[in-house]
């Protein structure tokens, strides 16, 4: 390291005192230190998101919780209420989520008010359901929700022919694919609604009690 450039017909410059080159490296050394400092502080933001996502995610919907045949054997008071909330929070969760797409995607000439009557069409309600979660969870991809309406379009041309459990049972769906105000409020009017869940609701429970010790003769 020399002290300054050479000027016009100047071949070799005095060399830099010692003092000199070590202040130079102290000054980069500064440098660094701040980048690094930066560095740090970034990793540690991105940590901390990353662990925020972790929390949120663990806190989410678990596609299990519509598998009650699959909950493990309860045998104590305990987790027997703490199954019969898990089993009844589920299906309010859905039924809230079926009346809601039914009526943001206009779909009362698809999915009938009894839905949780038809066993084919629950089971894929659930999955558009637990897809739909996943989609706008922190660690979905950022295509996630453009695939699951992908999904949901192709679930609805699926519907439409009757083939999955024969949803379009009232008999007065015209196919067009457009809703009314109308029929919407019928379609949340409609008793069945309330009949089916219920249903539903018994079918789910006693999957669950059917693992209890004693055959789940226990109230709820």
């Not at 009017?189 to 004693?214: M, S, Y």
Request: glycine letters at 6%; one cysteine or more.
């Amino acid at each position: 390291m020399t002290r300054g450039t050479p000027g016009p017909g100047l071949e070799n410059d005095e060399p830099a005192t010692l003092a000199e080159q070590a202040a130079a490296a102290l000054t980069v050394s500064e440098d660094v230190l701040a980048v690094l400092e930066e560095v740090v502080q970034r990793l540690t933001a991105v940590e901390n998101t990353i662990s925020e996502n972790h929390r949120r995610g663990a806190e989410l919907e678990k596609r299990t919780d519509y598998r009650f045949e699959l909950y493990p054997k309860a045998d104590t008071d305990e987790d027997r209420t703490a199954q019969i909330s898990r089993v009844r929070s589920a299906w309010e969760r859905l039924d809230v989520w079926v009346t809601w797409l039914t009526g943001a995607y206009r779909l009362t000439s698809v999915i009938p008010p009894c839905w949780a009557d038809h066993t084919a069409l629950r089971e894929e309600l659930i999955g558009l359901r637990v897809a739909w979660t996943g989609a706008w969870s922190p660690r979905g991809s950022y295509e996630a929700v453009v695939i699951w309406h992908e999904k949901l379009w192709s679930a609805r041309t699926r519907l439409l022919d009757g083939n999955w459990g024969r949803a379009r049972c009232d008999g007065r769906h015209d196919d067009s694919g457009i809703d009314l105000a109308e029929s919407y409020r019928a379609w949340v009017a409609d008793t069945r609604h309330d009949r089916a869940l219920v249903v539903a609701l018994d079918q789910a429970l006693e999957a669950v009690r059917a693992k209890w010790p004693g055959n789940g003769d226990e109230s709820s």
